[in-house]
């Protein structure tokens, strides 16, 4: 199976990385700035699940791109989905399978827009990654998976294919046969840790600290509520396993937004925590929800961030 990675970023780089290592067939499509990088250094990630220093590693950029391939992985940021399409769009043949490891659901809409709507599966990716400003990929944890499948559940050839292509690679590969239901779960679970986290600024150890245990679990019922009336609920059993991590004192985990907001970058807070409460409608409740507040406190840093470099 022949697998295009769109970007050599923290989370691409590392699972093609991966993949390269067992031997896969990976090419990584890159702008001109990460090309001139990825020739010079190769690429590197340090990992707590080893080391990759793979010299060279194949890639292409856009206007070489004169071939369509079986399996496009895709993990860019929101933000950044419809230049993405536009990227990699010719390498889009008439069986070409589109993975997406984005949070949230409405890419998947868009992708289905652009591109064949049967072509287009469902994913996650789970693992923590930051990209240093040499380039050099930092796996913060052990944790590293994909998981994917069918958005109608079906265990189809082609999604067996993708199975054996992405499994032995050095990380989690894990196909579902539930994976909108798990989509819908994830993003539940992001959307709390990422409004938490990046409203307060800090780690969830230090909010549950500061007393915000019962912020925590508001603003992941009220996920849950907008989860349910899409008909996909969180599952009791995942619900605790989320209270739990979401309310562990002294834990230092922390949402990516953190660290884009205290480098101040770009955020997705229009696609997870907008769409959401888009979602949602109006609450019942008077006053600011705690979706409401997050949403208020995040693109409030949006706006002065536009206001500043305007």
Same mark, same amino acid.
């Given at each position: ?5 769109? #970007? ?33 250094? #190769? ?6 699940? #080893? ?22 992985? +895709? ?32 890419? !998947? *809409? ?7 709507? *049967? ?10 990654? *930051? ?8 796996? !913060? ?77 508001? !603003? ?60 949602? #409608? ?9 979706? *409401?507040?997050?949403?208020?406190? +995040? ?12």
């Amino acid at each position: 199976m022949r697998i295009l990675i769109v #970007g050599a970023g923290a989370i691409g780089g590392y699972f093609g990385g991966r993949l390269l290592e067992a031997g896969r067939d990976v090419t990584f499509l890159v702008r001109p700035g990460r090309a001139e990088a990825l020739d010079q250094d #190769g690429l590197i990630v340090r990992s707590p699940c #080893g080391d990759i220093d793979y010299p060279s590693p194949p890639h292409v950029m856009t206007s070489m791109l004169d071939t369509t391939f079986d399996l496009v992985l +895709l993990s860019c940021k929101a933000y950044d989905l419809d230049a993405a399409m536009d990227a990699f769009a010719a390498a889009v043949g008439p069986d070409t399978l589109i993975l997406p490891m984005l949070n949230g659901m409405s890419h !998947l *809409d868009r992708l289905a827009e652009r591109f064949n709507p *049967d072509n287009v599966l469902g994913g996650l990716g789970f693992i923590s990654v *930051d990209l240093d400003a040499s380039g050099k990929i930092l796996h !913060l944890n052990e944790l590293h998976q994909i998981t994917f499948g069918e958005r109608s559940g079906a265990r189809t050839p082609r999604i067996v294919k993708v199975e054996e292509a992405l499994s032995n690679a050095g990380f989690v590969a894990t196909l579902s046969e539930q994976i909108i239901q798990e989509m819908w779960e994830k993003w539940c679970f992001i959307t709390t840790l990422a409004g938490v986290t990046g409203s307060t600024r800090a780690s969830i150890g230090d909010v549950i600290a500061s007393g915000g245990e019962s912020f925590v679990l508001e !603003l992941l019922a009220e996920c849950a509520g907008v989860a349910a009336q899409a008909n996909h609920g969180i599952r009791d059993e995942v619900r605790q396993r989320f209270q739990t991590l979401l309310t562990a004192p002294g834990s230092k985990m922390t949402a990516s937004m953190l660290r884009d907001l205290e480098r101040g970058a770009t955020i997705e807070v229009d696609h997870l925590i907008g769409d959401m409460r888009a979602r949602r #409608g109006t609450p019942a409740q008077k006053g600011l929800s705690p979706l *409401d507040f997050v949403y208020l406190n +995040l693109k409030a840093y949006e706006a002065r961030r536009v206001r500043e470099e305007g």
